[in-house]
C-alpha cells in the first residue's frame, strides 16, 4: 500500500462513535537528551472512553488518571520519554502509543505518541519579548492565545499581523501545547494565477493582509512541522496544483496514478482525496499501453506541477503517461498521454508565465499555544526545524514512523524556487511592529 501523504503515521485506528483525542500534549513538548525530570503528559478525549493508556515503544506502559469529564493526566519518566532516541531520530521520538480504552479493556483507537528532543544538534537561539504574550526567534513567532484553537485559524492568522506587517506570501500555522490530532493543510486566500483552472479570487484581507499573503499551511499537530521535509513542499504545492479541468485529470486534488504523481505531490488515493505516494515508474510500450516498474518516489516537483507553480516553461513540461486500473510492479496497463497543449487548450495558458512569476517566496511562522508560552528549548527546535526549509541539500528526515532521507524545497524544485523563512530580512522587509 503506498504511504499516505499526511496523518495515518499519527493515527493507528479510528474510532467507532467518535472515540478520538481532542487534544493532547507533552509539557515540555520538546525535552533535552539529559533531562531527568519527568514530563507531564495530558490528553482530551471525546465520547464514551473508560481509560487511557500509554503503552511504551520499547515495553512497560502508564496507565493515565482521570481527572475530569474526558481530561487524563500521566507523569512520564525523562528515561521512558527518550528510551531508544539515537540521531537519525532527527529530533523526535517514539514514546509509544495512546490507547483508548473501553471498559472492557478493550482498545477502541490507538494513536503514535512522539516527543521533539534537543540534542547537541539544536543551537541556542535569540528570543525577543515582545508586547501582548509574544516571543519571537529569527523565523518563528509564538503567541499565546487561549482562546484560539484549530477551529480558530482565521482569527490566529489576523493576530500574526499584529506583530509583523504584510510582507509574506504564506503563513505557517502550528498550533503546541496542546496540539491536535488531525492533518495538516494548506489553504489559498488569494489566486491571481490564471491558467491553473482556479478562479481569481482575494479573501486575504479577511485574514488580516492587504493583499500580500496567498496561502496558509495549518499543522494541528507541532511535531510535523520540519520545512525541510516534502510534505511541507507539498502542501506549499497546493497553492497552485491542481485545480485543471482536464477530464483525466479530475477528480484532484492530487494527480491519477501517472508519471506526474511519482513526484512530491503524489496520487490520490482511491476512493478519497488523500494523497498518498505513486513509487512506480511508467514507461509507454505502445500509445496505448505503458508498463510499470517499482521506483522510489522521486522527492522532486514533476514538469507539470513546476509548470503550474510557475518555475517551469511550458516548452520544458515532457508529455505525461496516465495509467487506468490498479498499478502494480511489471504490469502493462492501458494509458493515454497528455500534453501541456492539452492542459493550455483546456484552461488558458499560465499567467504570469515562468518567465516573469516569481521564485522566491517568503514564507512567515507563528505558533498558537493555548497553555502558556514556549519555553526556550521549545522556541529552539521549532527554530531549527525552520531553517532546515531553506537547505540547499539533502536532508535526513523522520514524519511519524516515516524516515529517510528528503529533498527540501529548493531540491524538490530542481534549484528553481526558493523559500525564505526569516520573519526580518532588509532591505525586502521592513521592521516589525510591536
Known amino acids: ?62 496507565t493515565l488518571t482521570q481527572s475530569g469529564p474526558g481530561h487524563w493526566v500521566a507523569s512520564v519518566p525523562a528515561a521512558k520519554a527518550l528510551d531508544g532516541y539515537a540521531a537519525d531520530d532527527v529530533n523526535h521520538n517514539f514514546v509509544g502509543f495512546l490507547r483508548l480504552l473501553a ?9 503514535n505518541s512522539f516527543i521533539q528532543v534537543v540534542d547537541n544538534l539544536v543551537p541556542s537561539v ?58 495538516r ?15 481569481k479570487f482575494n479573501q486575504a484581507p479577511s485574514y488580516g493582509s492587504a493583499g500580500k499573503l496567498q496561502g496558509i499551511t495549518v499543522y494541528p499537530v507541532d511535531f510535523f512541522f520540519d520545512p525541510g521535509e516534502t510534505a511541507f513542499s507539498h502542501e506549499l504545492g497546493h497553492q497552485w496544483v491542481l485545480f485543471l479541468k482536464n477530464s483525466a485529470l479530475l477528480p484532484g486534488p492530487h494527480w491519477p496514478p501517472s508519471t506526474m504523481a511519482h513526484g512530491v505531490m503524489g496520487f490520490n488515493i482511491p476512493g478519497s482525496s488523500v494523497g498518498g505516494d505513486f513509487p512506480y515508474d511508467v514507461t509507454a510500450v505502445t500509445p496505448t499501453t505503458a508498463r510499470i516498474t517499482d521506483a522510489p518516489v522521486t522527492k522532486e516537483f514533476s514538469d507539470f506541477d513546476l509548470y503550474l507553480m510557475g518555475l517551469l516553461p511550458s516548452s520544458a513540461v515532457s508529455p505525461g503517461i496516465i495509467v487506468q486500473g490498479n498499478p502494480c510492479s511489471g504490469c502493462v496497463l492501458p494509458s493515454t498521454t497528455i500534453t501541456i497543449n492539452d492542459v493550455i487548450a483546456i484552461n488558458g495558458p499560465r499567467s504570469p508565465d515562468a518567465s516573469s512569476a516569481p521564485k522566491l517566496f517568503d514564507v512567515a511562522v507563528m505558533v498558537i499555544s493555548r497553555d502558556r508560552l514556549l519555553t526556550d528549548d521549545e522556541m529552539a527546535i521549532l527554530e531549527y526545524f525552520a531553517v532546515r526549509g531553506e537547505a540547499t541539500t539533502s536532508l535526513p528526515f523522520t514524519s511519524g514512523l516515516a524516515r529517510g532521507t528528503t529533498k527540501p524545497f529548493y531540491l524538490a524544485t530542481r534549484g528553481l524556487g526558493r523559500v525564505d523563512l526569516r520573519l526580518e530580512h532588509p532591505p525586502r522587509r521592513r521592521a516589525a511592529r510591536h
Open 1 to 62: 500500500m503506498p504511504r499516505i501523504l499526511a496523518l495515518l503515521a499519527l493515527l493507528l485506528a479510528v474510532a467507532a462513535q467518535a472515540q478520538t483525542i481532542v487534544w493532547d500534549k507533552y509539557d515540555p513538548m520538546a525535552v533535552r537528551t539529559n533531562r531527568t525530570a519527568d514530563v507531564a503528559l495530558e490528553a482530551q478525549t471525546s465520547g464514551t472512553v473508560s481509560g487511557l493508556r500509554l503503552d511504551y515503544a520499547n515495553g512497560g506502559s502508564l
Open 126 to 183: 535569540t528570543i525577543r519579548t515582545l508586547g501582548g504574550n509574544a516571543r519571537a526567534t529569527a523565523r518563528v513567532l509564538n503567541l499565546y492565545r487561549p482562546a484560539i484553537d484549530t477551529d480558530h485559524v482565521q482569527a490566529a492568522a489576523q493576530q500574526f499581523y499584529g506583530y509583523f506587517h504584510d510582507d509574506y506570501d504564506f503563513l505557517q500555522i502550528i498550533y503546541a501545547e496542546p496540539s491536535y490530532p488531525a492533518n
Open 185 to 199: 493543510y494548506h489553504f489559498a486566500v488569494r489566486n491571481d494565477v490564471d491558467g491553473i483552472g482556479e478562479a
Open 103 to 111: 471498559s472492557d479493556g478493550s482498545t477502541l483507537a490507538s494513536y
